[in-house]
């Protein structure tokens, strides 16, 4: 096979796509839900629906088979019924249509002879044929830059994340997650059962796409451990790669088996896997999203030395009893940075030093910004967190002002080469708090400036950063 | 001094309140903003407040000094200068006022010589004269079937949680926090620097308070530590104690003294009293949050079998990863439920077992009731968790109906006598979906069944419910 570095590009790109299996019922999950939502997303290519029983969808002219239709479409989306695949595959072959995703699913999944029997004609009709297959069983490429985005946040956003992944629910969500943020993605593939294509030829292909900055992988399985070693080893260096491992737990293999059909491997393995890569190790989906927004967004970090900035004393213990869990230090202010707190911070109440515990952070932009000034300057500190706080009736004072433009403001014109994020509490059951805490969140975000909803989700997110730089497994 | 059973009485059902060192200037932090809260949140009884220099507050007259109050007030609020507060507990004495709770702060945690010789002082003021003092530097009692609600959720919301806290910022948060999910407090106090009365005396007193089920504490000291491990031992037999222990860390511990001056003690030593006592260790806030409604709401599960109910694979194997992470096990169905599943889930893209990968759970309440009810019978399973999904662009289905009514109705007739939560994820910075996430876990929560926005933070609960009651350190 060639390298995929230009060959998958028919995948992320396609001008003409057929969609094999379009039913003309009911609205339902399968090849008629997928060109609805490449219809509504403005995908701006041909679309060719392919049925026996033709007629028309959508306005579109529905072709009996593959053989009839007027060109070679790029990329097929097949979804016919799982006995029927090999056919379409052959179909495929004969009109030199070598990019295929079967999104059918029952193949080696099932654990049943049948669909192993027919996984294995999948494989084989591809090295026939030379055909690039992603699947079966997934919901295959996604690209907001071309509109393909049939899954997935949807219109989508680009930008530098490139996700590889045997999960389409688990990227369905991420993809969202990050465009809510304003993060972007540029190419996405969820592989299922990788009957033909794996997770090494993904990595391959977007570890030479300029325009992936950060690889992101969700995965059950591999085919070819010491071969994703080896890549992840060499790529891991210069473009950071970020791994969830499904399948972690014994109950959580044993599921992966039933997923996509293939042995999860040890717990143990995986760990000597990640010290052996230096690629980054995370367990939730926030975990996932946390430190890819730490990864897109801010600059490497010199040391672990954390200056946090806040109030409240409790907040200030707990915070750095956060960060210090994830290697951090919160060491002591230089004397300038000293000199200036003291003058400022009164006695009693307030803590001046490192957490700071002074509550003015929290309402007044201009003294934010001189403590972050002092913080950006102490040679003591290389990376900033700053707890803030949404005003409210619990509290005690009274006209508090939002800080938050002209903090925006400041960090923009700024450009910190410390890395500086922000934690914004507002769980629970308060839904005004949780807007607020979402459209600041947001807003941080869109700016470049990376918001947490917890001191622990920050700490994690940014020991990933740390570690990473300082090459620490 | 006598047991505090009753004694304490005063503190959380006062009658008269005086509030020394009022300012008649601006709102700000201190006697004048504790009086505003108090009346609006429609406090009862009598306050009186106290300056030297009189005159007129809110429509209350302005007392020059406790002395010539018309009537002895149950409770004093001192918010004077520091070096002011001996002379106010010696008038507290004349008058035989002896419950105080002293807001100021200026004493140990400032690590100056002028405020621990204070600090010593007060503590011989209330030896020598039979007083009970909550503080200094701390926010003292807070209880909303009195309407005691000058801090915290307001007006707060009455339950069985009893809060131990040497962090008033993190227990106002977290009275709002539960508050807003349905979770009532009974009485909490802030006690800051423990001058006088320290933890195990609120300890002891709400361990004898039947309106109490569950005991919460956040502590950064303690003066007694063997005390506390010994009543710690005997109470968390009946009632579970939910410990978050702040200064965990070097650095926590450091900023800790600053906080409220004292020693914080080693980790290890924490490590211990935890395995000794029976005591549940949370680290953060939401851990805190997540695990109380735990112990609010549930029954004591009967084992560490687990029945995961949901849709998509990734989502079942991380699910399932999650729940293993904390002791849990994913066990095969018995026969009677296999075979109801199998007749009910299709072969491909579902997956009938545990976890069950059936996407029809998020749609339709009478098949989740089904599923639900089979969960219930099967001996295998001891624990449910449900994952909800709220119906969104992104998917392929077209009109999905939100079942959430009926599950309640169905969860609330039902009484499960098997630990029974919801995860409803919403994160990233979509409000509309972190709106419908909120009010769907609030009516879940209130319904009486946790609801979690994570999988990891659902497990993490019920991991802690579960080894408390199958007594695992």
Known sequence: MNSPSTDFDKFFNPTRIAIVGVSTGDYKFGGSSFLHKLLDCGYPGKIYPVNPRSGEIKGLKIYPDLISLPEVPDLAIVCVAAGLVPAILEACARIGLRHIHIMTSGFKETDESEGRLLEDRITALAAAHDLRIIGPNCMGPYCPSSKLTAWGAIPGLTGSVGIISQSGGLTQRLTEYLASLGIGVNKAVSFGNAAVLDSTDFLEYMAADDGIQVIVMYLESVKDARKLLRMAQSISRSKPIILWKGGDSRAGAATAVS???????????????????????????????????????????????????????????????????????????????????????????????????????????????????????????????????????????????????????????????????????????????????????????????????????????????????????
């Open 259 to 473: 997923h996509t059909g293939a042995l999860a491997g040890s717990q143990e393995i995986w760990t000597a896997f990640y010290r052996q890569t230096g690629v980054i190790r995370v367990q939730s989906l926030n975990e996932w999203a946390d430190t890819i927004m730490a990864f897109s967004l801010l600059p490497a970090p010199r040391g672990n030395g954390v200056f946090i900035i806040g109030g409240g004393g409790g907040n200030s213990v707990t915070i750095s009893d956060a960060f210090s869990r994830q290697g951090f230090e919160v060491p002591p202010l230089s004397e300038d940075t000293m000199n200036f707190l003291r003058r400022s911070v009164p006695t009693a109440g307030s803590i001046a030093g490192n957490p700071l515990d002074m509550w003015r952070t929290f309402t007044d932009s201009v003294y934010l910004a001189e403590i972050l000034e002092l913080g950006y300057q102490d040679p003591a500190i290389s990376n900033i967190v700053i707890d803030h706080l949404i005003a409210r009736k619990a509290f005690h004072f009274a006209n508090a002002l939002d800080p938050t433009p002209q903090v925006i403001d400041y960090l923009t014109r700024r450009q910190p080469a410390k890395p500086t994020v922000l934690t914004i509490d507002t769980d629970g059951g308060d839904s005004e708090l949780a807007v607020a805490g979402v459209r600041l969140r947001t807003r941080f975000c869109r700016a470049g400036f990376p918001a947490y909803p917890s001191a622990d989700r920050a700490a994690r997110a940014l020991g990933h950063l740390y570690r990473y730089h300082a090459k620490i497994p």
